[in-house]
T-cell receptor, first 111, second 115 residues
Framework: KQEVTQIPAALSVPEGENLVLNCSFTDSAIYNLQWFRQDPGKGLTSLLLIQSSQREQTSGRLNASLDKSSGRSTLYIAASQPGDSATYLCAVATGANNLFFGTGTRLTVIP | NAGVMQNPRHLVRRRGQEARLRCSPMKGHSHVYWYRQLPEEGLKFMVYLQKENIIDESGMPKERFSAEFPKEGPSILRIQQVVRGDSAAYFC?????????????FGDGTRLSIL
């Protein structure tokens, strides 16, 4: 059964710092991996989707990498801003029907 | 608003009552997914539906829970005889087609509280 782990569970950084969030999964037979952002009391906003054949995706200050063979992904956030404060979720698709989510990393960017 | 719409945003029920959660997918999307997020836990898949069909309900509790996606109208997640443990955030997502290359778009969720 697929299990997704995110480390650290919480992270506080000063504004302007670059940071890396980690995601690992136990079953490397995935179709894709997605990073989401969740604000308190809100839904999920998709940030980046990496297909299993891809190594990385970039959007603005965000860069996500995927190493399927080792079961790892990282989300790199450059020049962090207070508005980046949120919970970041990693999810993998092992079939066409559903996503397996990690429990998230709660990020706080201190002004 | 062209996004996934869920209502109500918050729902309070007493133990033993029924809860009905509604989800209208994005325009043009005919695939709907329901997830549950228990306090301090990650989202867990419950059920995947297409119009008028349940495709995968492997994550749905066997009793008290049911889901439908009729030809007309929103998808409904129904919880009968609610218990305290049903308190959670329930999220709906939709996609334009089946397939892992199609991203799922999420609604803002329904927060269900059981008194």
């Amino acid at each position: 059964k697929q299990e997704v782990t995110q480390i650290p569970a919480a992270l506080s950084v000063p504004e302007g710092e670059n940071l890396v969030l980690n995601c690992s999964f136990t079953d490397s037979a995935i179709y894709n991996l997605q990073w989401f952002r969740q604000d308190p009391g809100k839904g999920l906003t998709s940030l980046l989707l990496i297909q299993s054949s891809q190594r990385e995706q970039t959007s603005g200050r965000l860069n996500a990498s995927l190493d399927k063979s080792s079961g790892r992904s990282t989300l790199y956030i450059a020049a962090s801003q207070p508005g980046d404060s949120a919970t970041y979720l990693c999810a993998v698709a092992t079939g066409a029907n559903n996503l397996f989510f990690g429990t998230g990393t709660r990020l706080t960017v201190i002004p | 608003n062209a996004g996934v719409m869920q209502n109500p945003r918050h729902l309070v029920r007493r133990r033993g009552q029924e809860a009905r959660l509604r989800c209208s997918p994005m325009k043009g999307h005919s695939h709907v997914y329901w997830y549950r997020q228990l306090p301090e836990e990650g989202l867990k898949f419950m059920v995947y539906l297409q119009k008028e069909n349940i495709i995968d309900e492997s994550g749905m509790p066997k009793e008290r829970f049911s889901a439908e996606f009729p030809k007309e109208g929103p998808s409904i997640l129904r919880i009968q005889q609610v218990v305290r443990g049903d308190s959670a955030a329930y999220f709906c997502a939709s996609s334009i087609a089946r397939g892992a290359e199609q991203p799922q778009h999420f609604g803002d969720g329904t927060r269900l509280s059981i008194l």
